[in-house]
């Protein structure tokens, strides 16, 4: 008869079932120790068992416990001094009671692969010694002396800077309409390429690439044959000339054309009201003949005639 004879505070002494999970290692976990299932204790550790290469924890459960099959069993303890226990986590995270998988039946066992054993004692004072001796905390140190040089150290240059945040924070709080502008122009540019999504939608279609490689090809070529007119770089220096005579050309061509429109209705006028009236029915009317002393002389027709040599 022992200590470990005597009941259990907090339960896991009554009635149950047998419940064996496996760990890799178990150090550090003491006989008797809590089963613990959503912060209540639901069973007792009964044994350990060292197999070859694993622990086997055997356990007895209370009877009106549900332990689902999937269920991760992990080594924790409630504070740094305190007693290891068994915690038994649900693997979706919830805290559904009602189990996701089939319940274990009594004798059912939590492989290896779903237990999670403590970091061994040795291994986290090699860690702490590695950090400790390796320069960590000196380059810690020497960040927090590179962060304090680029801080100001005076108290005006502090307040400078200060002062210069409040001035940007004040131009972007009146200029705020300008930023209104912008996003009202950013959400205008979305609805006009969202109006025109079936053209990107083409572009980006087996014929729009077609189009985009025929492009590709013949600015290729096009960048072939420039080079045998001219380089831009080297001999390029006669476009300027000949784009200045382009213009003056353009020009004189466009006042050409004012002019002509402006002497265009006068042309009309002479061949369609002189020339061509008198082209189509020639005649010559004769309203008034003078003779050398004055005397009208048109009364005579036969005379008239005889003078143009109409008649005999």
Same mark, same amino acid.
């Given at each position: 008869?022992?200590?470990d004879s *005597? ?6 002494d009554?009635?149950g079932?047998?419940?064996?999970f496996e760990?890799?290692s178990?150090?550090? *976990? ?8 959503d ?14 290469d694993?622990?086997?924890v ?5 009877n009106d ?6 269920t991760?069993?992990? *080594? ?5 001094l ?10 979706s995270g ?13 004798g059912?066992?939590i ?8 970091p ?7 860690n ?17 002396i ?6 100001p ?26 930023v ?19 053209t990107?939608?083409?572009? *980006? ?17 096009i ?5 045998s ?9 006669w ?7 382009l213009a ?32 189509k ?15 009208e ?16």
């Amino acid at each position: 008869m022992s200590v470990d004879s *005597l009941p259990q505070l907090g339960g896991g002494d009554g009635d149950g079932y047998p419940v064996t999970f496996e760990f890799s290692s178990v150090l550090n *976990l003491p006989d008797r120790a809590k089963v613990v299932q959503d912060g209540k204790t639901v069973g007792v550790v009964t044994r350990i068992n060292l197999k070859t290469d694993h622990v086997d924890v055997e356990s007895r459960i209370d009877n009106d416990v549900v332990i689902p099959a999937d269920t991760r069993a992990t *080594l924790q303890q409630s504070t740094v001094l305190g007693d290891t226990y068994v915690a038994l986590e649900d693997p979706s995270g919830t805290s559904d009671p009602a189990p996701r998988s089939a319940p274990l039946v009594p004798g059912g066992r939590i492989p290896v692969a779903n237990t999670t054993s403590p970091p061994q004692l040795e291994d986290t004072i090699a860690n702490l010694a590695n950090f400790v001796g390796s320069g960590s905390i000196q380059r810690i140190q020497n960040s927090i002396i590179g962060v304090n040089k680029v801080t100001p150290a005076r108290r005006d240059e502090l307040a400078r800077m200060v002062r210069r945040v409040t001035a940007d924070l004040g131009d972007l709080s009146n200029n705020i309409d300008v930023v209104d502008k912008m996003l009202n122009g950013v959400s205008g540019t979305a609805d006009v390429m969202n109006r025109h999504l079936s053209t990107y939608s083409y572009w *980006l279609s087996p014929a729009g690439m077609v189009g985009f490689d025929r492009a590709t090809q013949a600015a290729g070529y096009i960048g072939t044959v420039l080079p045998s007119i001219g380089s831009i770089y080297s001999g390029g220096y006669w476009l300027i000339p000949m784009l200045n005579s382009l213009a003056d050309a353009t020009g004189a061509v466009q006042q050409t054309k004012w002019n002509v429109e402006g002497e265009a209705p006068h042309w009309r006028e002479l061949f369609l009201n002189d020339f061509l009236p008198v082209d189509k029915n020639p005649a010559i009317n004769i309203t008034s003949i003078k003779g050398p002393d004055g005397r009208e002389m048109v009364g005579n027709v036969q005379d008239v005639l005889r003078i143009l040599g109409a008649t005999p």
